[in-house]
């Protein structure tokens, strides 16, 4: 009798001790514009998982257990920071974002209008991220095919890198349509996801 109240407690410790692994972390928005959010994408890289956000509303994700994940969000009306623990654990669970204004202006040629043939040739820059310690000169290249640079922020999320690299590859297939391959030779940098 005592070997199966033993079994027994052994097994519900044991059960307790799975079931404690998991963590729930709170994300919570400081929204610093006058804008409500109406649409945005929050993400854990690790975990390959995207949650569709609608509104300011804080809100609770469980994680398999303890220990160093990437969180961000994205939203096409806001720039946003992602605030969180090196670690998260069951007392360092809160991840914050902050929503900023957007710049008015993009130097950048604009995604949604990438669709568009006629605005390809206009205005048309490849985008690099990172920090520019050793500023590129891309006037030559950008007299000869008419495409720039502009650089941003060091710091990717992976649907931003997403978005850059797709930019990026529109970018080459108007200088190929219109260079044909002699333009990369001239490529003063190579920007994300194209290939020298």
């Known amino acids: 009798m005592k070997k199966l109240f033993f079994i027994i407690v052994l097994l519900f410790a044991i059960n307790l001790k799975a079931e404690s692994k998991e963590v729930i972390a709170e994300v919570i928005f400081e929204n610093k514009t006058d804008l409500p959010i109406s649409s945005g994408t929050f993400f854990i890289t690790e975990l390959d998982?995207?949650?569709?956000?609608?509104?300011?509303?804080?809100?609770?994700?469980?994680?398999?257990?303890?220990?160093?994940?990437q969180f961000g969000f994205y939203?096409?009306?806001?720039?946003?920071?992602?605030?969180?623990?090196?670690?998260?654990?069951?007392?360092?669970?809160?991840?914050?974002?902050r929503l900023e204004q957007?710049?008015?202006?993009?130097?950048?040629?604009?995604?949604?209008?990438?669709?568009?043939?006629?605005?390809?040739?206009?205005?048309?820059?490849f985008i690099y991220n990172g920090l520019n310690n050793n500023p590129i000169d891309f006037s030559k290249?950008?007299?000869?095919?008419?495409?720039?640079?502009?650089?941003?922020?060091?710091?990717?999320?992976?649907?931003?890198?997403k978005r850059v690299t797709a930019h990026n590859?529109?970018?080459?297939?108007?200088?190929?349509?219109?260079?044909?391959?002699?333009?990369?030779?001239?490529?003063p940098a190579t920007p994300f996801g194209i290939k020298k």
């Open 49 to 69: 998982k995207e949650i569709k956000i609608t509104s300011a509303e804080s809100f609770k994700i469980t994680l398999p257990e303890k220990g160093k994940y």
């Open 102 to 125: 957007k710049p008015t202006t993009e130097t950048a040629l604009n995604y949604r209008n990438l669709a568009n043939p006629e605005d390809l040739g206009v205005g048309m820059n």
């Open 169 to 187: 590859q529109k970018v080459v297939e108007y200088l190929i349509e219109n260079f044909g391959e002699e333009w990369r030779d001239s490529l």
């Open 141 to 161: 290249f950008t007299e000869a095919y008419g495409v720039g640079m502009v650089t941003k922020n060091c710091v990717v999320d992976p649907i931003t890198m």
């Open 75 to 97: 939203s096409e009306d806001f720039t946003s920071y992602t605030y969180y623990p090196a670690r998260i654990t069951s007392k360092k669970n809160i991840i914050t974002i």
